[in-house]
C-alpha cells in the first residue's frame, strides 16, 4: 500500500498500481468526469498513469487554466487523425499547444486551403463522437523508428531524443510521438474550431521543405469557445494595419520592407507619446542624449554584439573601415558616459533616449508596426554603484506601473536567466546579478516568474509582458542588469575612498519599440485614442459655411492658443453624413457650430461613441479637454 497526500493536506492509502482516474472515481464519481489530467509531485500526468510511489495527487479539472493547453494539444493530435483519414499519405511534423490554441504541420501531396477546413472539422467531430480512447506508452528509439520509418519527420523527432526510450500516444490507427499529457479520449474534445491554413519551414529552418500549417483552438464549453471567437473577430476590426490606413497613421513602402512612413496624423500621434515619455523621464532625473545612428566595428566588437548580433545587422564600407548601423542604444550611451570623469557622488547617473534602431529581419517576419527592420527604442541607460540596484529597480518598476496604467495596460514579469552558451562573464557574477533582480521584485511586491536560458548575452532581465484589452500578451518592457559592458569598456567612477571603480549598468526600455507600442494600443483603443493621445481632438463642423465659417475660423484662433488639435470640415456635404464620417474617423469631440452658437458664444459637442449633444461655452468646452490632457484619462 502506498499514501497518497491530496491538495487540501488530507492523505489517501491505495494500492501500489492504481490508476489516478480510478482514484478520481473513488474521491467523487462525479468531479472524476469533470477531470482533463492531474499532477503528481507537481508534473502533469494523463489520468491513466498508475501511481506506484507516496506523492502528491491533484486533479486538474477541465475549467482549471492548466488544462487549457492539454486541450489544445490534444486537439491538434485530434486534427492529425483526421488529416490521416483524409489524405492518408500525409507525412506528420509537430502540432504544439500555444498561446489561445494550437498548430499541426503537414506535409500533404494536395494543397490544403482554407475551404478545406469545414471538411476536416466534420471528421473530426466524427472522431469525437466515436470517443475513441488515448493510449500512452513507450518503444525504444530503434522501435519506435521502426513504427514511423514511412514518416521522415517523425524519425527525425525520434533521433533528437536523448532517452533511450520514446513516448508515444495513440488513439485507434494514429499514434505521435509526444510527451504528452493528453486528455482520456477524443469525446471532451468536442469545443473546438479550425481557424487558418498558412506555410512554416520543417523546424522553422527556411533551408527546410514548406509544410501546411493549420492553426485551431479548443475550449472546455461551447459558451468558453464562442467568446473567443468573437473576441478574434474583434481583433480582425482593431487590426493595427488596417486602422492605421483608415485613420491615416503610417504607410509601408515596398522602397523600404519593415521601415514605417509616419503621415501627419501618425507622427502627431508618435509626438505626443514621445512628449509625454520626455516629461516623465525630466521629472524622475534622467539626462536625455542622442547618440549616433552609425557606429565603427571596433565599438560592436567590444560590446560583443559583433560576435551575437552580426548576422541581424546593417553595415557599410567607407573609407576608415566597417560601420554597422546600431541595433541597440547602449555602447552610445557607454561612450557618452567616458565623455567625462565621474565621482560615487553622481551616481545612479540616468541617460534616457529615444534611438533609432535597425536589425535585419527577414522579409517573411515583417508585420506592420508589430515586426519591423527600423524602430526606435525608447531606452535608458543607468550608471550606479552595486548597493543601489535594489533601490533603483524599485524606482523603475514604480514608473513602469505609472505608464502602463495610464494605457489600461495589465502586466506581468518574467526573470530571464543566463543562457545556456553565448554568455558574457563569470557564472558566479551572474548569479549575483539574478540574485539582485529577484530580491528588487520581492521588495516592491512584484511577482515574477522564472524563464530560464533567456537573459541577454551580458546579464539577466525582467521582462514585462502586457495584457491588452482583447487579452493578448505583448512583450514590451525591460530591465536588464549588466555587470559585464562596463568593464569591458574601462567604465569607472571614483569611490567615496578614493579609488576607481568599475559601475554596474542597467538597460530599461518601457515601451520596448514605440513603433510596436504605437501598434499595440492602437488595437487596444481601436483606434479611438484618448483625448490628450488623438492625433485631432475636436472636429468643427458648420451647419451653414455661410453663416457660420467665420465663427469656426474664431473656434480656430482660440483653440490654436490654448494648444487643443483640430480640423474644419467645409466641404459641401449633408451635415449628417459629416457628423458619421467622424465618428468614423475616431475623433474624440466633433463640434456643430449652427445659429445658436454663434449667437450665444457656445459650442455644441457630440462625444465619440455617443448619440448626446451637449451646449456649453466655449471656456467650459476648453477646461474640459484640458482636463483631460492635465489628467491623461
Not at 494550437?102 to 473530426?124: A, G, H, S, T, W
Not at 506508452?137 to 527525425?156: M, P
Not at 520543417?202 to 464549453?221: Q, V
Not at 546579464?459 to 525591460?478: A, E, H, V, Y
Request: aromatic letters at 10%; charged letters at 30%; one cysteine or more.
Amino acid at each position: 500500500m502506498i499514501n497518497i497526500t491530496l491538495k487540501d493536506g488530507s492523505k489517501k492509502e491505495i494500492e501500489s498500481g492504481k490508476l489516478v482516474i480510478e482514484v478520481a472515481k473513488e474521491l467523487s464519481p462525479s468531479l472524476a468526469k469533470k477531470c482533463c489530467v492531474a499532477k503528481l509531485d507537481d508534473v502533469l500526468v494523463d489520468l491513466k498513469t498508475p501511481i506506484v510511489k507516496d506523492c502528491k495527487l491533484e486533479l486538474v479539472l477541465l475549467d482549471d487554466k492548466e488544462a487549457l493547453a492539454v486541450l489544445n494539444h490534444s486537439c491538434a493530435h485530434l486534427l492529425a487523425h483526421a488529416m490521416k483519414r483524409l489524405y492518408p499519405d500525409t507525412c506528420f511534423g509537430v502540432g504544439p499547444a500555444i498561446e489561445e490554441g494550437f498548430y499541426y504541420d503537414f506535409k500533404v501531396n494536395c494543397p490544403v486551403m482554407l475551404e478545406d477546413l469545414p471538411k476536416i472539422e466534420e471528421e473530426m467531430k466524427k472522431i469525437v463522437k466515436e470517443n475513441i480512447s488515448i493510449a500512452h506508452y513507450k518503444l525504444s528509439k530503434v522501435e519506435a523508428k521502426e513504427k514511423f520509418k514511412n514518416d521522415k519527420f517523425k524519425c527525425e523527432l525520434i533521433d533528437a531524443v536523448e532517452d533511450e526510450t520514446v513516448g508515444i500516444y495513440e488513439q485507434e490507427d494514429y499514434a505521435d510521438v509526444c510527451r504528452g499529457p493528453h486528455v482520456i479520449s477524443t469525446g471532451i474534445l468536442k469545443n473546438f474550431k479550425l481557424l487558418n491554413v498558412s506555410g512554416a519551414y520543417w523546424r522553422g529552418d527556411f533551408k527546410n521543405e514548406m509544410l501546411t500549417r493549420i492553426y485551431g483552438t479548443c475550449f472546455a464549453t461551447s459558451e468558453e469557445l464562442e467568446q473567443h471567437l468573437h473576441i478574434l473577430e474583434e481583433r480582425k476590426k482593431r487590426d493595427h494595419r488596417k486602422l492605421g490606413k483608415e485613420l491615416g497613421l503610417f504607410m509601408i513602402s515596398e522602397y523600404g520592407p519593415g521601415l514605417p512612413f509616419w503621415l501627419p496624423k501618425g507622427y502627431q500621434l508618435r509626438r505626443s507619446l514621445e512628449d509625454f515619455w520626455l516629461d516623465l523621464h525630466k521629472k524622475r532625473g534622467y539626462l536625455t542624449i542622442n547618440t549616433p545612428i552609425m557606429l565603427n566595428r571596433e565599438l560592436w566588437e567590444t560590446s560583443g554584439h559583433w560576435d551575437h548580433y552580426k548576422e541581424d545587422m546593417f553595415t557599410i564600407e567607407v573609407e576608415d573601415g566597417t560601420y554597422a548601423i546600431k541595433p541597440m542604444n547602449c555602447p552610445g550611451a557607454i561612450l557618452v558616459y567616458k565623455n567625462d570623469l565621474h565621482s560615487y557622488k553622481e551616481l545612479p547617473l540616468r541617460y534616457s533616449e529615444l534611438g533609432n534602431v535597425h536589425r535585419y529581419e527577414a522579409s517573411g517576419a515583417l508585420n506592420g508596426l508589430f515586426r519591423v527592420r527600423g524602430f526606435t527604442q525608447d531606452d535608458a541607460h543607468i550608471l550606479l554603484r552595486e548597493d543601489q540596484v535594489g533601490e533603483e529597480v524599485g524606482r523603475i518598476l514604480s514608473l513602469y506601473d505609472y505608464v502602463y496604467s495610464i494605457f489600461g495596460l495589465d502586466y506581468s514579469i518574467e526573470l530571464s536567466t543566463r543562457p545556456e552558451e553565448n554568455y558574457i562573464g563569470s557564472i558566479e557574477v551572474w548569479d549575483e546579478a539574478e540574485e539582485a533582480l529577484k530580491k528588487a521584485c520581492l521588495a516592491t511586491g512584484h511577482d515574477f516568474k522564472i524563464n530560464p536560458g533567456d537573459g541577454a548575452f551580458y546579464g539577466p532581465k525582467l521582462d514585462f509582458k502586457l495584457r491588452d484589452s482583447m487579452n493578448r500578451i505583448w512583450q514590451c518592457g525591460t530591465v536588464q542588469l549588466d555587470m559585464q559592458l562596463p568593464g569591458r569598456f574601462n567604465c569607472t567612477y571614483i569611490a567615496e575612498d578614493g579609488t576607481k571603480r568599475t559601475p554596474v549598468m542597467i538597460h530599461r526600455a518601457c515601451f520596448g519599440s514605440l513603433e510596436r507600442f504605437i501598434g499595440i494600443i492602437t488595437e487596444n483603443y481601436a483606434g479611438a485614442f484618448p483625448t490628450w493621445l488623438a492625433p485631432v481632438q475636436v472636429k468643427i463642423i458648420p451647419v451653414s459655411l455661410e453663416k457660420h465659417q467665420e465663427y469656426c475660423s474664431f473656434l480656430n484662433e482660440v483653440f490654436m492658443k490654448h494648444d487643443i488639435r483640430f480640423e474644419n470640415d467645409y466641404r459641401e456635404e449633408k451635415l449628417g453624413y459629416k457628423i458619421r464620417e467622424a465618428q468614423t474617423q475616431k475623433i474624440p469631440y466633433t463640434l456643430v457650430i449652427g445659429d445658436k452658437e454663434v449667437e450665444g458664444k457656445l459650442v455644441t459637442y457630440r462625444k465619440h461613441g455617443t448619440q448626446e449633444q451637449i451646449t456649453v461655452s466655449i471656456d467650459e468646452f476648453i477646461q474640459k479637454i484640458e482636463q483631460h490632457i492635465e489628467n491623461k484619462n
